[in-house]
């Protein structure tokens, strides 16, 4: 069905077609299933308007526009008629359509109100791009115009190497007045976006970023915390730990910095930075595939469980879906409170999108 | 101009406008033969002109609404424009472009997991190089270490250097296995890249910095 949704949508409307990637596999369900799940809502749909508020923002970075919508109504009612067949009546019809609108008057108010106080998409020039190991770089970059974020959000990245191809990255800085921000990439084998931003991603390309988004791991609280990061998951780790120390009142904050080998601790100048900024910061280095390794060995979850149960203290995980998963499980295994284990549902791996359709479903 | 009432076999269908039906003449019946009131028929013509004329107005008044709700609608970036919108598409067509779309995400796909085994085989290697390579550099440390401590004298001297010439080699050997990794991870990436790309017209296109 979303096959035939886009298909129709394509030849109707054929200058629509460069907006979307060339394989669309991984496409093609959201935009349906988005569409289904609000449209067969519209009863509550009080429920589903901050979703839609926020899917209409989001789209902005697409760089899709109001005149984009009567186009992807028509699609999907066309849809629905060829596979209702007689089912399809002119009721049926007005009813859908009428529902149609109504999310998509949500969508464009949103982002018309989005409109006149940020851009649909922030280019960044690529100021420096430090290869630190085989497979991660760190990219410092220069936003054209101011951009805001939380330490411990997230913002969707494109590079013209893979159009309308977006991935979600932490930052590893707060935000600066120089507009400066950095990024900490892994390539993952086969990933589109990562090995180009590792690879062949130069100083001086311009990458474009989305607005930022999610909310699980900035501090909202004035508590200690636990840090729990995996490879390149530091890199919001590390923002955190950068606005702690620009705060007026002192935290404790403990680090269990994972990787797989020695060689794989690609930020070590930083860390020693953080250190010398905040005193009250304990770093615990862990090391899982390297029995040579002088220091803690294990995966960082474990060992940050095992020094548990950090009572009074909130703490942050970031890191592969795997390692966020089971630390996640390590945590509950030890008696800690769900609500104190902080992650994003894989950050940086998942569209925004999807995590709405999750809280509609359940809403 | 006047309109006969009986003119009904002419060819052109004419617009019944006001004025038309105000002027109709209609012919005399014959004397004897009964007829309606001509008054009466007068006074009728002339209600029905009215009300077609306001007919009219009103028509014209919601035809000006309907316009300027569509200049709007288009002023506000929606459309609503009905002959844009065409509306049923062939199924057929719709069929045979799903079609190409699965076959170019198939040959995608396979072109993804190729890379993706092809690097994950490349990686498994280059952790394997490396960590051989740090092994023997370790070693030969060790060896150093022992012959400085055991044999200090003068005979023994040679035996070191050759040590450290080896420890100098091996870390050469480490750098250089480094290197050699990423510049043929680099070369992979770019043939990779050549796979991924669409046809040069489509990327053309699509380049769109603002």
Known sequence: ?363 | MTLQAGDRHSAVRRVLTPERIRSITFSRTPLGRRGVDPDEVELFQHRLAEEIAAGEAENARLRAEVDRLRDWYRSHGENVDPVLLPRTVNVEAVNLLSEAQLQAEAYIAQAEAQCRRLTGDARRQAVALLSDAEQRAEIAAQEVARAQHASPDERHTAEVEEMERRLAWLRAFCHAVQVQLHAASDAFAQEVDKLAQLPEHFTQRDRRRP
């Open chain 1, 1 to 363: 069905m979303p096959l035939f949704f886009y298909s129709t949508l394509f030849l109707t409307h054929p200058q629509l077609r460069e907006m979307f990637p060339a394989g669309m596999s991984a496409q093609r369900d959201k935009l349906v299933r988005a569409l289904g799940t609000v449209v067969s809502n519209v009863d509550d749909l009080d429920s589903a308007v901050p979703f839609l508020q926020q899917l209409g923002r989001d789209h902005r970075k697409f760089a899709v526009t109001a005149e984009h919508y009567p186009a992807v109504g028509q699609a999907l009612l066309a849809t629905l008629e060829h596979f209702l067949h007689d089912d399809w009546t002119p009721d049926l019809a007005a009813d859908w359509g009428a529902a149609y609108k109504l999310v998509a008057d949500v969508m464009t108010a949103a982002a018309g109100e989005d409109e006149q106080s940020s851009p649909p998409w922030w280019n960044a020039e690529v100021l420096r791009h430090e290869r630190r190991t085989l497979d991660i770089a760190v990219l410092t970059l220069r936003t054209d115009q101011p951009l805001k974020w939380l330490p411990g959000q997230s913002i969707a990245v494109e590079t013209e190497l893979r159009p309308r191809v977006w991935r979600y990255y932490s930052p590893a800085t707060p935000p600066r007045d120089d507009h400066l921000l950095e990024l900490h990439v892994r390539m993952v084998d086969g990933g589109a976006v990562s090995s180009a931003l590792v690879q062949a991603v130069t100083a001086g390309d311009v990458l474009r970023l989305g607005a930022p988004v999610g909310s699980r791991l900035t501090l909202d609280h004035g508590n200690d915390v636990v840090l729990v990061s995996g490879g390149t998951g530091f890199a919001p780790m590390k923002a955190l730990l950068s606005q702690i120390a620009q705060e007026p009142v002192p935290r404790n904050a403990q680090l269990f910095l994972g990787a797989r080998t020695a060689r794989d601790f690609y930020d070590s100048p930083a860390l020693q930075a953080l250190d010398r900024a905040l005193p009250s910061l304990r770093v615990t280095p862990v090391v899982s595939d390297d029995p040579r390794f002088p220091g803690v060995r294990g995966l960082a979850g474990e060992i940050a469980a095992r020094y548990g149960p950090w009572p009074g203290r909130e703490i942050y995980v970031c890191g592969s879906p795997a390692m966020v998963a089971g630390t996640q499980e390590l945590f509950h295994a030890a008696g800690v409170d769900a609500e104190r284990v902080h992650c994003e549902d894989f950050t940086g791996y998942q569209d925004p999108t999807e995590a709405g359709i999750g809280l509609l479903k359940r809403g």
